[in-house]
């Protein structure tokens, strides 16, 4: 038993070949954040304000897909999702559609404390967002060079792109294109067993306006119960159709299984490629499997253990990454 | 294989002093839909059709809250949504936020079919339909008297609530069970759903939700019908359907509960339904139907009454409320 925290900043396709200028400034806001919450979780905060708080840490990072540098629709617009979850009251709250509210994962936090539903979305959700108070900002706040960029690039290739860490060649051999990564997240448990997950994304580039990914749907990008938080990332229409994330929790309930082993059953069972998770149980484990190339992520125990990561460890237990 | 059988509801909660001529007509509108759906079964149509078609009926009818017929918005406004799912593959669409389209639950079927995603909300929802040229009419067009008549009430009851969960006197006084749902007394509360859930001639499971949400609501709220796992789900194991407090159901995740306790606890359909309704839903009130690949059926609601109505292709066909 103990404190326990993990986090991702999505799961895909991510090239061996990443350079550099791109790679630090990932790596550091994962520390950063990884930083926070287990600073948090030592001041004996609660998880869901944990998980809160890292996560608003990375809406505001502009080099992952939320919040600023959220990934642009078909229409170069930002629409931002995101959903939070209590483990213990099984409280949730979501948010879909949102284009100027600039911390995505508290306005759904609201939704849950504040209101008789669960989940807003679009106008109704901006309007909620205004009554709230919290920070809005210009929908151009959100926007960058980068996801012009990608936007551009997927357009050319007429494809819904879900890597953005690539510039898609037009004449790409590479069917796998379609490779994933999308989503912020983070799951905490504190030594009482308490547990929370939240996740938030700007979804897939390119997608079409009014598309809703996995991220908000509670049991599939999201869940936490007294089992274990769990949040997931990568192709939102296999993540939907799998239950990724009720399916981790309703393994260890049902089945008993561990939760490194329903982890790795769930993300087996979904088609390589296609999806990352982290997870923390009610005992203060950790694990953050993927069937994809790679998956940005951190985690920390009580226990003195800690990981940042984007590649998988080697059988030897040592991180591909320190080999580069 | 032991054949086709098909499950229909139009809503969990009802109001016990409800009116027999309203009784007759959920009861007629009820039969005929499950006439419809076997037909099509004995004519050896896939599962995912007969949901199709069969919710569509029941989006047309008024009597039921989906399509013409929907809860209002607390702007008086009609948003609705819906979901499918083919157990066969796990594929969905699911649509939110509409308020133009005649047959949501159709054009959740084409975001499953025709585009790259399983979810389309509001103006992206819209324009899509419009691209897929369905079906469309005026907000007006869903907007009934009787649902104008019920916005007033509910938006009294609520006034009267902060917290809804602090009990309000009771306006009827058949016992059984909690006489309020979603904050508002039963003879102001409107059944907000309807399903269908089927397996076919070859053993293929699918479901369908579409319902205008819950009265009085938030514009912009999403409730349960639209989300796989909480409203709607169908596997190689079962398909389900889910009605009742939205919230409740999300949280709890129970469609897909169903079908976990039969694929990792073993239970067959009848005893997953059963569970799902006593250990998942605490406070919550709702109601399911469900099919099993097997060719069974089963309902479960915790509810007072629950729309419903079943057939079998050994002969079985029944239409109840409570």
Redesign the interface.
């Not at chain 1, 209101?115 to 959700?125: C, R, S």
């Not at chain 1, 939907?240 to 239950?243: E, L, P, S």
């Given at each position: 038993m103990g404190w326990a925290i993990a986090l991702h900043g999505g799961a895909g396709d991510i090239p061996f070949s990443l350079p550099e200028e791109r790679r630090a400034p990932r790596e550091a806001t994962l520390r950063h954040c990884l930083d926070l919450g287990v600073a948090a979780l030592r001041a004996n905060r609660p998880p869901l304000d944990v998980v809160e708080l890292v996560v608003r840490e990375l809406e505001n990072s502009p080099c992952y897909n939320a919040g600023k540098g959220s990934v642009l629709t078909t229409a170069g617009t930002v629409e931002m999702e995101a959903c939070i979850m209590d483990g213990n009251t099984?409280?949730?709250g979501?948010v879909?559609?949102l284009s100027t509210v600039v911390n995505a994962i508290s306005l759904a936090r609201l939704v849950m404390e504040k209101?008789?539903?669960?989940?807003?979305?679009?106008?109704?959700?901006e309007?909620?967002a205004r009554e709230q108070g919290v920070e809005i900002m210009d929908p151009s706040h959100f926007i960058t060079p980068e996801n012009i960029e990608r936007l551009k690039n997927a357009k050319e290739a007429n494809r819904?792109q879900i890597d953005y860490t690539q510039p898609i060649k037009a004449n790409s051999t590479n069917d796998q294109g379609d490779s994933q990564i999308g989503t912020v997240g983070c799951v905490a448990v504190d030594n009482h067993g308490n547990l929370a997950s939240a996740t938030s994304t700007g979804g897939l580039v390119n997608?079409?306006?009014?598309?809703?990914?996995d991220t908000p749907?509670?049991?599939?990008g999201t869940?936490a119960n007294s089992f274990c938080a769990v949040s997931a990332t990568g192709k939102?229409?296999s993540i939907?159709?799998?239950?990724v994330a009720?399916?981790v929790a309703?393994?260890m309930e049902?089945?008993g299984l561990s939760l490194k082993e329903a982890a790795a059953y769930v993300v087996e069972k979904v088609p390589k490629g296609n999806v990352g998770l982290v997870a923390v149980s009610a005992n203060g484990e950790v694990t953050m499997p993927f069937n994809t190339t790679g998956m940005f992520r951190a985690c920390a125990t009580e226990e003195g253990y800690s990981e940042i990561a984007i590649w998988p460890v080697d059988s030897n237990g040592i991180s591909e990454d320190s080999q580069k | 294989m032991v054949g086709w059988a098909i499950a229909v509801h139009g809503g969990a909660g009802v109001d016990p002093s409800l009116p027999a001529e309203r009784q007759e007509a959920a009861r007629r509108v009820l039969s005929r839909c499950l006439a419809l759906g076997a037909s099509a079964l004995r004519a050896g149509r896939a599962a995912v059709d007969v949901v199709e078609m069969v919710v569509r009926d029941l989006e047309t009818d008024p009597v039921f809250n989906s399509g013409r017929g929907s809860a209002l918005t607390r702007d008086g406004t009609v948003e609705m949504e819906a979901s499918i799912m083919d157990g066969r593959g796990r594929r969905c669409g699911a649509v939110s936020g509409l308020t133009t389209v005649k047959n949501p639950v159709s054009l959740a079927r084409l975001v499953m079919d025709r585009s790259p995603h399983s979810y389309l909300a509001f103006d992206g929802a819209e324009e899509f339909a419009r691209q897929q040229g369905v079906e469309v009419v005026d907000n007006s067009y869903f907007v009934t008297d009787e649902n104008v008549s019920m916005l007033k009430l509910a938006k009294e009851a609520n006034s009267i609530l902060y917290d809804y969960r602090v009990p309000i006197p009771e306006t009827c006084s058949a016992g059984a069970g909690a006489m309020q749902m979603n904050g508002l007394p039963i003879s102001i509360y409107a059944p907000e759903t309807v399903g269908c859930a089927v397996v076919d001639a070859n053993g293929h499971c699918a479901s369908a939700t579409s319902t205008g949400g819950l009265m009085n609501k938030m514009c912009g709220r999403i409730g349960d019908s639209p989300l796989i796992g909480a409203g709607t789900y169908a596997c190689g194991a079962c398909a389900v359907s889910c009605t009742g407090e939205g919230e409740a159901i999300i949280r709890s995740t129970l469609a897909r509960d169903v079908a976990a306790v039969m694929e990792y606890k073993g239970m067959r359909l009848q005893e997953a339904v059963d569970w799902a309704i006593k250990e998942r839903l605490d406070e919550g009130k709702a109601g399911l139907i469900a099919v099993s690949g097997d060719g069974e059926v089963a309902f479960g609601f915790n509810t007072v009454g629950m729309f419903r109505g079943c057939a079998t292709e050994q002969g079985l066909m029944e239409v109840a409320i409570w």
């Open positions: 099984n409280n949730c979501a879909s559609g209101t008789p539903h669960i989940y807003l979305a679009f106008d109704g959700a309007a909620f819904v997608k079409m306006v009014g598309r809703i990914g749907i509670i049991g599939s869940y939102g229409e939907i159709r799998a239950t009720r399916d309703a393994l049902y089945k | -």
